[in-house]
């Protein structure tokens, strides 16, 4: 057989010479097609001798072709006595075919396309309503019936099924190949090419309904659309009865019915006198209550007609085609909803305040936005340095959105939250039984970012055995679940961040050497807030908004010097604080308008600056001091400043009191 599987073309499954179809139209839909090929020249008249031959006397012998030149196909009039029309203008010349083009010839109507499937080949153009096809006879009584069965025999008995075990060997098969098609139209191959081998049909053929327009009867045959054919002779593909595929629909059972050969419908286009279809099989393809299209097989071999073994088989082929085509517009369907969904929630993030992403028109700010742009274009990984507070995970994720891998996850973790048995379970995961408590096998932070995107903060609070097997990872080793013995191998962009020395950790061996050049591949700057004050009525404005949408205050904005004192104070905290302070006053204003006695300001700017700490004053002489005394130093003043609070003093510090446990540790060991 000749293969008419529509995804030729438009599935990107093309040959090096695609074939086109012509197709008539009977003022519904397309029905019977044509085969072109780029090699062969198609002569069309009324003539036996043409390659597609036309029953109207309007219609000269000879009358026009259709072939392929210069990389595209054309329309030429044979010097015909009534004339060749395209789209209802009279063709004088080489004429050139695009996909949904209508010839005209007498009465008749042709189609021109590439695909059977293409979007274009819903109606061709340039057609009214009431313009018919010369289909004489569409709607003549059905030929004689032999055999209608809903069911095919060998489903049935144990002892039928072991009768017929060859076939349901090959049906076992056909499920296998169908399972597999990712297409309508390679169902349809698929589907095609089983009926070839298993049959002694001529011509074999899959009409289905339009997704979501199919009729609410399912009885209309003209909303069925040629999805494939085959020929084993070459032959056009011309529907059956209207009254047959009708009594098919409407009973839900297959048909196999013979002396056909008198059906005008069927000879409609006479391919050199030699189609006379004697035998014609009409099967629905039905999934529970629906029927989702039809198969047509017919042959006009009168020693070796179609039978009821054709039927049984037909029948089968029809049911798993209705289960495939079933689960494939399923999964379109989902697939659709999905992208519409994330259409939706990419809108939805775009309205969001601050949803742009980093606020800001400072040139840090414009710097930080261009070294953004460029990073997120690769694949490297990165480390975010800045003072807390500074924004260090939305940079993060502006670069995970702009990257190629905006549609992964995006996994965060903050390494100075845990100790280091649990920092190591979350990051790698454990397996069931691993330790105690461990009930159930935990996914870590590495698999959950696969495909996407993971974010470290405080990355430089590790200790010394998970930057050994963190390393590891980001040399592109497998890593093992805690209690596991499976190599497991991710995909993952990781991006950490810090406000820490991690020079000074290298020198005093806190922080292994290798692991910082691993992370220092690209490295970005946070700004602190001080350095972008300009920046400060923005950030403020941006808050105010998200607060007011989640408390309902209402609150329009800042008065003048509301703003000049939110700029002249030391944000020690950085943009958090800010964003903790209008939040704040948001909650405790009672005016439409913020005013400068309304700012919920920290007292604790006003103890101690970044410029000026607590432990170094301009008299002091220099001593011989390491580092790590000098951090000592400043750590117990601060707690002998703030009473022995260690969240006092934490966030005089600018760290978490988590940090501060940790190096006070360190620092005493």
């Not at 000026?612 to 951090?631: C, N, R």
């Amino acid at each position: 057989m000749q293969s008419g599987a529509a995804d030729k073309t438009s599935t990107g499954q093309t040959g090096p010479d695609p074939d086109a179809f012509l197709l008539t139209w009977d003022g519904g839909t397309w029905r019977d097609a044509v085969r072109l090929k780029r090699q062969l020249v198609t002569t069309i008249g009324r003539s036996t001798n043409n390659r597609l031959v036309l029953q109207d006397e309007a219609a000269s012998r000879n009358h026009c072709e259709v072939f392929f030149a210069d990389s595209e196909w054309k329309l030429r009039d044979l010097k015909s006595r009534n004339g060749t029309l395209l789209n209802g203008l009279k063709v004088t010349a080489d004429e050139q075919l695009t996909p949904g083009d209508v010839i005209s010839i007498g009465a008749c109507r042709l189609a021109f396309c590439l695909s059977l499937d293409e979007p274009a080949a819903a109606r061709p153009r340039n057609l009214p309503d009431n313009d018919l096809a010369t289909l004489p006879g569409r709607d003549t009584p059905p030929p004689s019936i032999l055999h209608s069965a809903a069911r095919p025999q060998f489903a049935g008995s144990a002892s039928q099924l072991t009768a017929y075990a060859s076939v349901l060997s090959r049906l076992y098969q056909l499920g296998l190949d169908l399972g597999s098609a990712g297409t309508r139209s390679e169902l349809a191959d698929v589907v095609l090419a089983s009926l070839e081998r298993e049959t002694v049909a001529m011509i074999a053929a899959v009409l289905v309904f339009i997704p979501d327009q199919r009729s609410t009867a399912q009885t209309s045959t003209s909303e069925l659309q040629l999805l494939g054919y085959r020929s084993r002779t070459d032959l056009p593909y011309r529907r059956v009865s209207d009254n047959l595929s009708r009594r098919v629909l409407q009973s839900g059972e297959a048909i196999l019915a013979r002396d056909v050969a008198d059906d005008r419908q069927l000879s409609m286009f006479d391919s050199l006198g030699e189609m006379k279809a004697l035998s014609v099989i009409c099967a629905p393809i039905r999934a529970a209550e629906h029927t989702l299209g039809l198969i047509h097989l017919y042959s006009s071999n009168p020693e070796n007609p179609l039978d009821r073994g054709d039927l049984d088989f037909c029948l089968a082929v029809a049911g798993q085609m209705a289960v495939a085509l079933s689960n494939l517009q399923q999964r379109e369907s989902l697939a659709t909803g999905l992208a519409r969904a994330r259409s939706a929630n990419d809108l939805l993030r775009s309205q969001l305040p601050g949803a742009g992403g980093l606020v800001g028109q400072t040139p840090a700010m414009i710097s930080l936005r261009e070294q953004i742009a460029l990073i997120a274009e690769t694949d490297a990984i990165v480390l975010i340095r800045g003072e807390s507070g500074c924004g260090k995970e939305l940079i993060a994720r502006s670069i995970h959105d702009r990257s190629s891998r905006r549609d992964g996850p995006f996994v965060c973790l903050n390494c100075a939250a845990l100790n280091e048995s649990l920092l190591e379970s979350e990051l790698f995961g454990h397996e069931k039984g691993a330790f105690t408590g461990a009930s159930d096998r935990r996914i870590g932070r590495f698999e959950q970012a696969d495909g996407g995107t993971l974010f470290l903060d405080e990355v430089g609070e590790m200790s010394s055995a998970i930057q050994a097997k963190f390393l590891r990872i980001l040399e592109g080793h497998p890593f093992e679940r805690i209690g596991g013995r499976r190599p497991v191998q991710v995909n993952v962009r990781v991006l950490a961040a810090t406000n820490r020395d991690l020079e000074a950790a290298v020198d005093d061996g806190s922080f292994r050497s290798d692991l910082y050049f691993r992370l220092q591949v690209a490295e970005i700057t946070a700004p602190p807030l001080r350095e972008r004050k300009a920046d400060i009525p923005l950030l403020a404005a941006e808050f105010l908004q998200r607060c007011v949408l989640k408390t309902g205050r209402r609150i329009t904005g800042f008065t003048d010097e509301a703003l000049l004192r939110l700029q002249e104070h030391v944000w020690r905290g950085n943009v958090r604080e800010l964003q903790n302070t209008i939040e704040r006053t948001v909650i405790l204003c009672r005016n439409e308008i913020i005013r400068e006695v309304d700012l919920q300001l920290s007292p604790f700017a006003r103890k101690q600056t970044p410029e000026t700490p607590a432990t170094v004053t301009a008299g002091d002489a220099w001593q011989q001091q390491s580092l790590a005394d000098v951090e000592l130093t400043h750590i117990l003043k601060t707690l002998e400043h703030t009473g022995g609070n260690k969240s006092r003093a934490a966030q005089i510090l600018g760290i978490e009191r988590s940090t501060l446990d940790r190096r006070l540790k360190r620092l005493n060991e």
